[in-house]
């Protein structure tokens, strides 16, 4: 809609689809991340010991959604299962 607004000069209705289609982004980027995290969290349940992909995806979505805590330390475990699968 900004576009055709855009196109007839109507530069504030513009503007402001354009402001609104950034927050509905924002908000389905969180949603998105948040469905990711739980998706992460089954696999681990699943299988906790060969979830060395899972906590480290876990910590990319952690950390896209602002909780460093959370994704150090799912990267650190995804580093020590890792460590085990490479121990013969």
């Known amino acids: 809609m900004a576009l055709p607004k855009k ?3 109507d530069h504030d209705g513009a503007i402001a689809d354009y402001n609104r289609a950034i927050e509905l982004a ?3 980027t969180i949603f998105c ?6 998706d992460y969290n089954r696999a681990i349940e699943l299988d906790p010991t060969f979830a060395g992909a899972a906590y480290m ?3 990319f979505a952690k950390q896209a959604k602002g909780d460093l805590d959370g994704a150090i330390a799912d990267y650190n475990r995804a580093l020590e299962l890792a460590a085990k699968l490479a121990k013969p």
């Open 57 to 59: 995806n876990r910590g």
């Open 26 to 28: 924002a908000k389905l």
């Open 7 to 9: 196109a007839k000069g």
């Open 33 to 38: 991340v948040d469905g990711t995290i739980a």
